[in-house]
């Protein structure tokens, strides 16, 4: 017989028995009752929907909270002087950040009336706000009320963009309601008040405040504040500058929120309605501080790869001495630059550690922004020639070494002196004085040029070079820029000296991202040796055979080399005494000649000038080893005479003294 499995019991359905009421009332009215069920229920989903797909790529906080005052911020970077004036700004001016906490409490309270009066009540989103705007928006037919918090407009600002769309309101006020889970209500309006646009390029209340009144925002009046407070609703159109009557009109309606919300009395806001407000001038800042402006820029991203969008950069510079020295050097370039056919000219003034006390990079920025000291690479001519008297000192020369000035040629090259003529025997020292070109050639040919451009790159002379024999004679192109920081090797006592303009970075929050120390240069040649090339180089400006006699300055000794190229195209001096080291070139942008102009006429010139002002109001010091400048050694002196004697003797009998260039050929470099 055959069994089939038994069939599971089907369920019982258990019937859901309709409410009472519903069962009292006819079918229509059940079934009416239930298809609206059915559609709260439908346009519940459909609203679950829609609010999740308003979010849909929403983006997200950042996780550290203080990432915040750098988001969707436009670089900018402030240039300060030491005494934290502004001298110059590239990009939009954001100023200092402030905290809401130390501000008088009219200043946050003219932007709560304006903005967010129950700001410290709601959450990150208002909804009274939102259903009282709704209402008047409606009457009105167009849009005439808004109801964004100070919080909303933050993660605006910050976060999203300013769509006018539904998906856009509905992330600004789950971002701001987030927001405000994870930052107090001072820290939001101290963020908002630091980064709100107030116009003209202005981020800030600290920014708009120095710009309209010239004053931080901890001295604003309540008139100010309100005046100031006005602006966001409409930065653009309420200029202070353009449209002053339109900001205080709108100025009148904050301060009787003030008096409203019970911030300030009766008395106080009829004082501010009436309160005169002096907007001043917009800060001018001098253009020719560009050429600085922009090599500190270059060194900017050296010292920081990664530079914060609110950079504060401390210059070196001090802004009178700079003003002063700028004045003076076109005023002479003006005068004696056009007699001489020099049109540009490039001045480096730097203090005993390297810093950039003052630097002019050309005759006007508008007109030419190419930097003569940073970027120029000329001959520097006999100003060459320290180097490689530095490198005899090296291999055993003594400044009262015995050289013959004569014609001498080495390969097919011959060089000759800047006069023409060669007066024979000269002690080192008096060659150097001289700028005489054959002892100089002589001496780098027997040192190797290859180590004179070791000897340069360890004194920091960066540009390439290449190991001529006319190197000696300053063939090879350098920048005003690194011959004068290895110039500072000298008073320095043989220690490197780097120039540097940046002496430190922070943000607008005061963060210290760089700060330079004050460590010595390394050591990069032996003090002896630095005593002894101060005594030759004091020599060239001090005694009476000297090139650089123009480049005195009262009280003080100076130091220096004069250097002029092939065909008067570049003319230098570069010299230092115990407190500066400076150096100044002339030449035209097209290489052409200029008229005869040497290193020792109008460099030494400006020179001289510059360092006058420089050195204003300070005590002289003694420059290290200047003291034996003008003394010779009485056996040199004897040895001198005696070989002196027997070539002029000699150069006498075959008819050959003191010959002069007579073939046409214009001497070279001096």
Not at 12 to 24: E, H, S, W
Not at 125 to 154: K, Y
Request: net charge neutral; aromatic share 8%; charged share 20%.
């Amino acid at each position: 017989m055959t069994h089939f499995p038994t069939p599971p019991k089907m369920p019982r359905i258990v019937r859901v028995p309709a409410p009472d009421f519903l069962k009292r009332q006819s079918p229509l009215v059940r079934y009416g009752v239930m298809a609206a069920a059915a559609a709260l229920l439908i346009a519940g989903l459909w609203a679950a929907w829609k609010w999740q797909s308003l979010h849909a790529g929403m983006p997200k906080l950042p996780s550290d909270m203080a990432e915040m005052w750098n988001l969707n911020r436009e670089p900018a970077i402030e240039f300060v002087d030491q005494a934290g004036n502004t001298l110059a700004v590239r990009g939009p001016r954001y100023g200092r950040a402030i905290d809401v906490t130390v501000l008088p409490r009219h200043i946050p309270q003219a932007f709560l009336a304006a903005e967010d009066k129950r700001f410290y009540e709601h959450d990150g989103a208002d909804e009274a706000a939102i259903a009282r705007a709704a209402i008047s928006n409606a009457a009105a037919g167009e849009t005439v009320s808004g109801a964004s918090t100070i919080t909303q407009q933050l993660v605006k600002n910050l976060i999203l963009d300013s769509r006018q769309t539904m998906s856009r309101k509905a992330q600004e006020i789950t971002l701001a309601r987030q927001l405000e889970k994870r930052m107090t209500k001072d820290e939001i309006l101290s963020l908002y008040l630091n980064r709100v646009y107030f116009g003209s390029g202005l981020y800030g209340i600290d920014a708009a405040s120095r710009y309209y009144f010239g004053k931080p925002p901890e001295q604003m009046t309540i008139a100010e504040a309100a005046l100031l407070a006005a602006l966001p609703k409409a930065p653009s159109k309420l200029n202070l500058r353009e449209n002053l009557a339109g900001a205080q009109e709108r100025q009148q309606y904050v301060l009787r929120e003030m008096r409203a919300e019970r911030y300030i009395t009766k008395a106080e806001e009829t004082a501010a309605k009436a309160a005169v407000i002096n907007i001043i001038k917009p800060p001018v800042y001098d253009a020719e501080l560009g050429y600085i402006v922009d090599v500190a820029n270059e060194h900017l991203g050296a010292l920081l790869p990664r530079l914060p969008g609110d950079a504060v950069v401390t210059l070196t510079i001090d802004p009178k001495l700079q003003a002063r020295v700028q004045k003076q050097v076109i005023s002479r370039m003006t005068k004696d630059g056009a007699t001489s056919k020099a049109t540009q000219v490039g001045a480096l003034i730097l203090g005993k550690d390297g810093h950039v006390a003052a630097l002019v990079g050309g005759m006007d920025f508008k007109t030419s922004p190419f930097n003569h000291v940073t970027q120029a690479k000329r001959q520097p001519g006999s100003s060459f020639k320290p180097f490689v008297y530095a490198l005899a000192l090296e291999d055993g020369y003594s400044p009262y070494d015995v050289f013959n000035d004569r014609p001498i040629s080495i390969g097919k090259w011959k060089p000759t002196n800047y006069n023409g003529e060669f007066i024979g025997p000269m002690t080192l020292s008096e060659a150097l004085t001289r700028s005489t070109n054959t002892v100089a050639a002589e001496l780098g040919n027997e040192s190797n040029p290859g180590r004179v451009i070791d000897l340069a790159n360890r004194f920091g002379i960066t540009s390439k070079m290449e190991p001529y024999p006319s190197l000696a004679l300053g063939s090879q192109e350098v920048t005003l820029w690194e011959i004068t920081g290895a110039y500072g090797v000298f008073p320095s006592g043989g220690r490197r000296m780097d120039p540097y303009l940046i002496s430190k970075i922070t943000d607008t929050r005061g963060n210290v991202l760089f700060e330079r120390t004050d460590a010595p240069g390394d050591r990069v040649y032996a003090q002896d040796y630095a005593a002894d090339m101060n005594a030759m180089l004091t020599r060239v400006v001090n005694a009476p055979i000297g090139t650089g006699a123009k480049a005195r300055i009262k009280d003080w000794t100076v130091a220096g080399k004069t250097g002029t190229s092939q065909d008067w195209r570049d003319a230098w001096f570069i010299g230092f005494t115990s407190a500066y080291v400076g150096g100044v070139w002339v030449g035209n942008d097209d290489d052409s000649p200029m008229y005869k102009v040497t290193g020792g006429g109008l460099p030494a010139d400006l020179w001289s000038d510059i360092m006058e002002i420089a050195h204003e109001g300070q005590t002289p010091e003694a420059l290290f080893g200047a003291s034996t400048a003008l003394v010779l050694e009485p056996a040199a002196e004897d040895r001198i005479a005696f070989y002196r004697g027997m070539s002029q003797a000699f150069a006498s009998a075959s008819g050959r003294a003191r010959t002069a260039n007579t073939n046409g050929i214009v001497p070279q470099a001096e």
